[in-house]
């Protein structure tokens, strides 16, 4: 039986309510300073996330909710501009501190830490967003603490491809039995099963309905010592997989995983 040596994290949606309290507003920022009338609502947000990365979101959005946009010959480079602005406008939101991680994510990074895990970011935003929301809540060395942030363009096919696990898995030398990911959402799940590997779930207000089949719990949140989590699925013998209190930490996981090798071994 395989041990639990690594745990790779998910970010936006997972770490911090990002996509709530950042992409969607900096999106919206930047298309008003560049003067267009797109708006994206929250409701309307929660149906772009079907879509992972921020310029394909876009695109996404022009080819199903405005159809009406004259089309341009460049419309990819328009895009880019466009997303690359957003970025800026991301990353000042951070630096306001306006987006505090979610709860139970310091403390399983700190146990993790102390206990020698392997870690890694697995994500769909960019290397340049993933450090600001670290230094911005973690403080400036925290981006060391993963041995790897796979992000972004690295891979050709975004979530829910498994393209970037797998090179996760690659570039730590890694097998997917030695790995358990938190991830929020279910691009996330089928991205990271697609590897092999498999999930603990924290959903958010925007993957409520998504389906989290095959994943090893669903959780509302991590946890924290004086806020139990709430288990919405999974966890059959959930006694077992329990520490005293009802929060995730690294014994949690572990014996979560061990319960997985043993009726897959
Ligand atoms: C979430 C995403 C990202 C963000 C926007 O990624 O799909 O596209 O919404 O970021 P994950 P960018 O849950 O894998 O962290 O605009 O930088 O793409
Ligand atoms: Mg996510």
């Not at 300073?33 to 409701?43: I, P, T, V």
């Not at 890694?174 to 799940?189: F, K, W, Y």
């Amino acid at each position: 039986m395989r041990s639990l040596k690594a745990i790779l994290f998910d970010v936006d949606g997972t770490l911090a309510d990002t996509e709530r309290d950042g992409h969607c507003i900096a999106f919206n920022l930047a298309f008003e300073e560049a003067g267009l009338d797109w708006r994206w609502s929250d409701e309307l947000y929660e149906e772009l996330l079907a879509v992972t990365g921020g310029k394909e979101r876009m695109h996404y959005y022009l080819s199903e909710f405005n159809k009406k946009y004259p089309p341009c010959d460049n419309i990819n480079e328009f895009i880019a501009k466009l997303h690359a602005r957003k970025t800026e406008l991301y990353v000042s939101l951070l630096s306001e501190g306006r987006i505090p991680l979610r709860p139970g994510v310091k403390r399983l990074l700190e146990d993790a830490r102390k206990q020698n895990m392997r870690l890694a970011i697995v994500t769909t935003t960019s290397v340049t967003n993933v450090i600001a929301l670290l230094t911005n809540t973690l403080g400036s060395e925290s981006a060391d603490w993963f041995e790897l942030i796979a992000a972004g363009d690295i891979v050709e096919k975004k979530k829910p491809a498994p393209d970037i696990y797998q090179y996760t898995l690659e570039k730590m030398n890694l097998t997917a039995q030695d790995c358990i990911v938190i991830e929020d959402s279910e691009n996330g799940l089928l991205s990271a099963s697609g590897a092999g590997i498999k999930s603990v779930i924290t959903i958010n207000e925007y993957t409520t309905k998504d389906n989290f089949d095959g994943a090893l719990i669903v959780l509302d949140q991590l946890g924290e010592p004086d806020m139990p989590f709430t288990i919405i699925k999974g966890g059959t013998n959930a006694d077992s997989k329990k520490t005293e209190e009802n929060y995730v930490d690294v014994a949690f996981l572990k014996a979560l995983h061990k319960e997985h090798q043993g009726n897959h071994g």
